[in-house]
């Protein structure tokens, strides 16, 4: 056992000493023959770590991006294929066959439509010939969807498990390819420019598309495998659609062999929940939490029950209309003057009855520009709970100007 951790650290080290080597300067054809002695057994994890321990030691997260590209053609066709009993990934439904599928759909779309239509163009830069390529390219930005996904949804689970480096790099080389499809595209509607310029951005754009999809069958898709657990995958099936698809929508939903799902996650809830921990549908807070998170806002809330009882109320820093503890239970009817009750009522009333979902009302207080808004709160049957009240002071809002892309120095 001693043996093999040594031999893996000493790979680690070389591996680490290569990468190393690109960054200073030198080519990939010359670290390939001493890259190939270590060639065999090398697996996605080991990449992973090797990532991470650059940026450790103090490597830019930058840097490592730049060598992405590197290190995956060095690696390619080195990294072992990691075979397993009944893969659960091979079933349609399941998140890793979405990715894949839509990589084979994307990768089609490169092979069959675009690069034939740019030839195409290339040949007769007619405006038909214009518009099937800005068609075609169209399509290929739906793979900002596939990157949402991964990003949203993979990325949080693997950061869970201590995984941080790939998809910091991975990350900022999605957003790099979204930008070089974006200018492209840009450049076909509004400045046909020279061929050869327009085929060479378009190319390094389907080549960098193409080398993402490497590197998430090769790198990404086996690490996460090794990772998540089936209940993870699960709660990332089931929220994929919220996100959207690439040139491929699922079919079927992932239902795995196992034992009862939904009993098993009630089980983990109820004692999270016994701990302090409220189990809501996207996550669990605690008590101290959830009051921190409401006063943090910088707007009042107040909730009235179906009943007409004031429930609850937040305690900013700096509340726009007073509120004292002492109308929790209270009628909403009775906390406000006799004058304009008659008005709360007709709100409420609207609210309940479904005539109106909202309220809106804007008041000038001194310096203040307020904005109250009323919302019908309503379950999933649609049936009425109550009114939330929403208060906020939007005079800074309508003071902004320009833009801000830079954090604030104090």
């Given amino acids: 056992m001693s043996e093999y951790i040594n031999n893996r650290e000493y790979r680690q080290k070389v591996l680490k000493e290569l990468i190393m080597e690109l960054h200073g300067g030198k080519s990939v054809e010359e670290v390939k ?17 090797m990532e991470t321990a650059l940026i450790r030691e103090g490597m830019p997260v930058s ?24 893969k659960e990934e091979d079933n349609p ?12 759909a994307i990768e089609r779309l490169l092979r069959k439509q675009l690069r034939p239509a740019l030839a195409k163009y290339q040949e007769e830069d007619s405006s038909q010939n214009l518009q ?11 793979l900002d969807k596939h990157y949402l996904r991964k990003e949203n949804l993979l990325f949080p689970y693997m950061e869970k498990y201590g995984i941080t480096a790939p998809p910091k ?121 959830i009051e921190a998170v409401f006063n943090t806002l910088p707007v009042d809330i107040t909730f009235v029950d179906k009943d007409g009882a004031v429930k609850f109320f937040t305690q900013g820093k700096e509340r726009i209309f007073p509120r004292t503890k002492a109308i929790i239970g209270r009628q909403v009817s009775n906390c406000h003057p006799p004058a304009s009750v008659h008005i709360v009522e007709e709100i409420v009333e ?45 005079a800074p809002l309508q003071a902004l100007q320009g833009e801000k892309r830079l954090v604030s120095e104090e």
């Fill in 350 to 394: 609207d609210l309940k009855s479904g005539k109106k979902d909202q309220e809106d009302f804007w008041i000038r207080m001194k310096d203040k520009f307020v904005h109250i808004r009323y919302y019908a709160v309503r379950d999933k049957e649609g049936q009425f709970m109550g009114v939330l009240e929403f208060t906020q002071d939007i």
């Fill in 63 to 86: 840097e490592v991006q730049r060598l992405c590209d590197v290190h995956a053609a060095v690696f390619k066709g080195s990294i072992e294929e990691i075979h397993r009993p009944e």
């Fill in 33 to 49: 023959e001493r890259f190939g002695k270590l060639i065999e057994g090398v697996s996605a994890t080991e990449i992973s770590e």
């Fill in 169 to 289: 790099v991975m990350w900022g080389v999605d957003d790099e390819i979204r930008e070089q499809i974006k200018a492209a595209t840009t450049l076909l509607k509004e400045h046909p420019c020279e061929k050869q310029k327009l085929s060479e951005q378009l190319e390094a754009a389907f080549s960098r598309v193409e080398e993402m999809i490497f590197k998430e069958e090769n790198i990404l898709f086996p690490m996460v495998l090794d990772t998540l657990s089936e209940d993870e995958w699960l709660r990332i099936a089931k929220e994929s659609a919220e996100i959207g698809y690439c040139l491929y929508e699922p079919k079927v939903e992932w239902k795995p062999i196992r034992v009862n799902v939904e009993e098993k996650v009630q089980q983990q809830g109820e004692a999270k929940a016994s701990d302090g921990y409220i189990n809501f549908e996207s996550g669990l807070m605690s008590q101290a939490e």
């Fill in 132 to 142: 099937v390529l800005i068609e075609q390219m169209t399509k290929l930005w739906e």
């Fill in 93 to 104: 439904g399941h998140p890793v066959f979405t990715f894949r599928a839509e990589n084979k």
